[in-house]
């Protein structure tokens, strides 16, 4: 097993990703369109260094193996797998969702946003999931 620190990096962006896409919903809610802008930016920068972080990670240590047996093996592929399929999906949709709120596009906004916030949020909440079942729950030896 390798002693990088950018898998804990990677589950704690994922992690305020997911603060900061719950509080930019709370926001716009209230209607607090500059708070809901914010938040929405700081999530995306966020992912963005995610993203390379991520990159990075895999470039120095490649694959890790999940080292659980049994049903919880048949889990954590189910969480992967869709986390992945979902991750890939959602850049686009990130992309689109942002240039319509930039472009004053708000009700092409709102409708693609629908779409776009809970698969971000997927995406945010089951990457901490797999880092915990990979390298908290069930590490390599």
């Known amino acids: 097993m390798n002693d990088s620190i950018l898998p804990h990096l990677n589950a704690t962006l994922n992690a305020t990703s997911f603060v900061f896409l719950v509080f930019g919903f709370y926001f716009i809610r209230r209607r607090k369109v500059t708070a809901h802008l914010t938040c929405m930016i700081a999530a995306l920068s966020v992912s963005v260094l995610f993203l ?7 470039y120095h240590y490649g694959s890790v193996r999940f080292t659980g047996q049994g049903y919880i093996r048949l889990l954590y592929l189910t969480i992967l797998f ?8 959602i850049v686009p ?6 240039r319509r709120a930039l472009r004053g596009e708000y ?3 709102r409708r693609i946003a629908r779409w776009t916030y809970p698969l971000w949020v997927y995406v945010s ?6 880092y915990l079942m990979l390298y ?3 590490p390599a030896r």
Request: aromatic share 10%; charged share 5%; net charge positive.
């Open 125 to 130: 909440v089951t990457g901490v999931i797999v």
């Open 93 to 98: 949709l990130i992309v689109l969702t942002l």
């Open 52 to 58: 390379i972080s991520y990159v990075v990670y895999h």
């Open 107 to 109: 009700a092409r906004h």
């Open 136 to 138: 908290r729950l069930y």
């Open 82 to 89: 869709t986390h992945v399929v979902l991750a890939v999906v």
